[in-house]
């Protein structure tokens, strides 16, 4: 177990869920990031910088190409963690847990060597991995896009949900994180990430307010130095403002979130109609290759910088954030009982008047 760093004192809305106080991974973070997996960008340096830099770091299973490439990757980044050149933070390791992905159980054998602190499941049911993980005492995150997935990965015994909504990169989910983050705590109260344009530290601290732990943060770290991103994709997502993602199923038949100039460049008819036209001529067009995905958080993107230095400006500014929120707070005089949630902003509830 590597050395705790203090945590960054957060001046929490009153009235939310206290961030990480129900997961052991969230609980040692500097502050409750989680850097988000990303197809052929996350890598083993940049879990061990996010680690270094207090967070979780993690990267899709498939991005090592090979199982003995897994299995290197997987080693490196237990020895990275183990000889004290990491920090304070966690590493996860993302499982496709579709029942078509072939390699999962070869995956989940040799991941149980090594031992990541959490395990983060998408694009499929979490039942086939939670047992293993709980087994040598890790995590289970289930990445989910509705209120019914959710449901069904906190009946499969999952530790805690990463709630993927509308303008995330990748494949996005729909739905608005107002709505989501509280439909979800009515019937979860353990470990709750947001996912979904996220790119700065006020939005950090907006999910924390809305109730959820933390933030699970990809387009963010995408261009960070330590990242796999090459440097076509790189520069795209400097130049990318958010009118630049375009959201469709068409690319992958998953609702995700593509860069416009990535599917002018491939020959895609972007603006022939109102939602994107993609029935072009699609040769050579390669999703994640050449056709590339950011979300709505891409204008954060502003230049090729450290994880470090990224994690350190989100700190700085979900503080700041969290100060601005406390200053605007109503008087806690107890006597007010208008108030007496705490809760930021709390209007009646509805047939109250
Ligand atoms: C280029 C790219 C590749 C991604 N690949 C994966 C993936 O392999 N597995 C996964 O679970 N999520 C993947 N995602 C989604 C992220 O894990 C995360 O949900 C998303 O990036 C959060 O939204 P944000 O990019 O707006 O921060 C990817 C996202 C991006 C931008």
Request: aromatic share 6%.
């Amino acid at each position: 177990m590597t050395a705790t760093a203090p945590r960054e004192a957060g001046v929490g809305a009153a009235g939310s869920r206290v961030a990480g106080a129900a997961s052991p991974v969230s609980a040692r973070l500097r502050i409750p990031v989680i850097a988000a997996p990303m197809f052929l960008v996350s890598g083993p340096e940049l879990v061990l910088a996010a680690h270094r830099a207090g967070i979780v770091g993690a990267f899709p299973a498939p991005n090592a190409r090979e199982l003995a490439d897994f299995d290197h990757w997987c080693a490196s980044i237990s020895d990275g963690v183990t000889t004290g050149s990491a920090g304070s933070g966690a590493w996860a390791v993302n499982l496709f847990a579709h029942r078509t992905y072939q390699r999962l159980d070869a995956e989940v054998d040799i991941l149980c060597r090594y031992r990541p602190d959490l395990v983060i499941t998408s694009l499929g049911a979490p039942n086939r991995v939670v047992d293993a993980v709980h087994g040598y005492g890790g995590e289970v995150f289930a990445d989910v896009v509705t209120v019914a997935q959710a449901k069904r990965a906190v009946a499969a015994g999952v530790d805690g949900l990463v709630l993927v909504c509308a303008g995330g990169g990748g494949h996005t989910g729909t739905f608005s994180p107002l709505a989501f983050v509280p439909a979800v705590r009515d019937f979860h109260d353990g470990p709750l990430f947001v996912a979904g344009g996220i790119g700065d530290g006020a939005a950090v601290a907006a999910v924390e307010t809305l109730g959820a732990d933390g933030a699970y943060v990809g387009t963010r770290f995408s261009a960070a130095a330590e990242s796999l991103a090459g440097d076509e994709y790189r520069d795209m997502l400097l130049a990318a403002e958010m009118a630049d993602v375009v959201t469709s199923r068409a690319v992958t038949g998953v609702t995700a979130n593509w860069l416009r100039p990535s599917l002018e460049q491939a020959g895609y008819d972007v603006d022939d109609v109102g939602a994107a036209n993609f029935s072009g001529d699609l040769q050579g067009a390669k999703p994640w290759k050449n056709l590339w995905s950011a979300g709505h958080g891409v204008g954060s993107v502003r230049s090729v910088t450290t994880v470090q230095a990224i994690v350190d400006e989100l700190a700085a500014d979900r503080a700041t954030a969290m100060r601005r929120l406390a200053a605007r707070a109503p008087d806690t005089d107890h006597t007010d009982t208008n108030h007496s949630t705490g809760a930021v902003g709390r209007g009646p509830e509805k047939g109250e008047s």
